[in-house]
């Protein structure tokens, strides 16, 4: 099945404390990118690739990074997490970015304390 | 920059009847349009896609069309559902990093 696989779905964490949202699609799409979604502001775009090894920053990076090794993962990855980061997270890829469809994962509910 | 406004933010409808969500953007020079349907909790579902040469989408129930000079999309739903109730965003995509832009979106209730 074709799909945008996230995990974890859901994760409760502490302040300062590393952790990595893993992100992977089984469709060979070049592009990938992860968004933030909080109640009154929508949906925002995190970071973004258009291929492997290639990678920037989309409206709000701040305290995130992303790396692009391989085609299919995508992870998200938080050095020191604040509680300004307690979000609703998604992995989204495409084929080739502007001109065709974007696919979804199901999202990972992230709460730092 | 990029302003997607989807009016209004929640609407209540009896089972049956045929809808028209609005979706509206300020810069026209986007390649395409997306509508998608998220369930409480849920991830985003793509629903139809719009091409900026596009000007409809067919898809059972559901008819988008796209005026990209007026910058305007309706999302036409026919004989609306129960299983209809959900949150529907729509996103332009345009720019160099082929950003998705959301709306956002339109919490619809189809009451039985």
């Known amino acids: 099945e074709a799909q945008v696989t996230q995990n974890p779905r859901y994760l409760i964490t502490v302040t300062g404390k590393k952790l990595t949202v893993t992100c992977s699609q089984n469709?060979?799409?070049?592009?990938m990118s992860w968004y933030r979604q909080d109640p009154g502001l929508g949906l925002r775009q995190i970071y973004y690739s258009m291929n492997v090894e290639v990678t920037d920053k989309g409206d709000v990076p701040e305290g995130y990074k992303v790396s692009r090794k391989e085609k299919r993962n995508f992870p998200l990855i938080l050095e020191s997490p604040s509680p300004n980061q307690t979000s609703l997270y998604f992995c989204?890829?495409?084929?080739?970015?502007?001109?065709?469809?974007?696919?979804f994962g199901q999202g990972t509910r992230l709460t730092v304390v | 920059k990029q302003e997607v406004t989807q009016i209004p933010a929640a609407l209540s409808v009896p089972e049956g009847e045929n809808l028209v969500l609005n979706c509206s953007f300020t810069?026209?020079?986007?390649?395409?349009l997306q509508w998608f349907r998220q369930d409480p909790g849920k991830g985003l579902t793509s629903l139809l896609l719009i091409q900026s040469s596009q000007r409809e989408q067919t898809s059972g129930r559901l008819n988008a069309s796209l005026d990209k000079s007026s910058g305007r999309s309706t999302l036409y739903i026919a004989a609306s559902q129960p299983g209809d109730s959900a949150t529907y965003l729509c996103?332009?995509?345009?720019?160099?990093?082929?950003?998705?832009?959301f709306g956002k979106g339109i919490t619809l209730s189809v009451r039985p």
């Open positions: 469709m060979n799409h070049e592009y």
């Open positions: 989204a890829s495409s084929p080739q970015g502007a001109w065709t469809e974007a696919f």
């Open positions: 996103a332009v995509i345009g720019g160099a990093n082929s950003k998705l832009t």
């Open positions: 810069d026209s020079a986007i390649y395409n």
